[in-house]
């Protein structure tokens, strides 16, 4: 669905990945750890386009892709979910779905927001309250809808389950397994907890200081008999 070739990039002057080969399979969940500063989020930022890219490419259905702005990789079907500032939260919860489907005609937006609600049927309770009085998860459920709405088939989501308690964080990477299955979406998941991550992963990359360091089957990782060394960056 996605590859990365050569991929160089960073912010500005500060170059945080090198020579990136990678492959976001489709209909999958591929899982993109790592130590702290390893660049997982860059990865994922510039797969969307929100880095300077020196050199490689970015590659969407056969398509290069990596000169084209971060609001047309939107319109193509690729959704990048930050940590944080992933909804509005000035406006109410039915105004950021609203927003979501501003491309939509009305009766095609009542059928995606239907699809969304059916998927986070949480979000019925709250859709004239402020996006800012919801809990963390209840963001992600939000931030997650607009996605939806908005017909992406890559959803890539950047630390989903950070600060959330982990019963929370269970229902997330639940969710997360419902939107491959029930919704066939092509998810890349940067996640704090590793273990978890991969367990529900088809296929992992794990990076260490801006390079791979390893790629390959999820569980093929998670069984390592260096996992911890390399989760923490120790590459031998």
Do not use: W
Request: glycine content about 6%; charged content about 25%.
């Amino acid at each position: 669905m996605i590859l990365t070739e050569n991929l160089n990039a960073g912010y500005k002057e500060v170059q945080v990945l090198f020579d990136i080969n990678s492959k976001i399979e489709k209909g999958g969940i591929t899982s993109i750890v790592g130590p702290n500063g390893s660049g997982k989020s860059t990865l994922l930022k510039s797969i969307f386009g929100l880095t300077n890219i020196y050199s490689g490419k970015v590659v969407y259905k056969d398509e290069d892709i990596t000169k084209v702005p971060a609001h047309n990789r939107a319109k193509i079907g690729i959704a990048y979910l930050p940590q944080v500032d992933n909804v509005f939260t000035n406006l109410t919860v039915e105004e950021n779905l609203k927003i979501a489907g501003y491309t939509l005609e009305n009766h095609e937006y009542e059928e995606r927001k239907e699809i969304a609600l059916s998927a986070f049927p949480e979000l019925n309770d709250f859709l004239n309250r402020k996006a800012g009085t919801l809990s963390g998860g209840e963001r992600q459920f939000l931030a997650i809808s607009t996605a939806l709405i908005r017909k992406a088939e890559v959803l890539m989501l950047d630390e989903p389950t950070a600060q959330l308690s982990p019963k929370f964080a269970d229902i997330i990477f639940d969710k997360i397994l419902d939107l491959r299955d029930d919704f066939k979406l092509t998810i890349a998941l940067v996640e704090q907890n590793v273990r978890r991550a991969l367990e529900i992963s088809e296929n992992a990359y794990l990076l260490v200081s801006g390079r791979v360091a390893f790629e390959g089957k999820a569980n093929e990782l998670l069984e390592h008999e260096k996992f911890e060394k390399l989760c923490m960056g120790i590459v031998e």
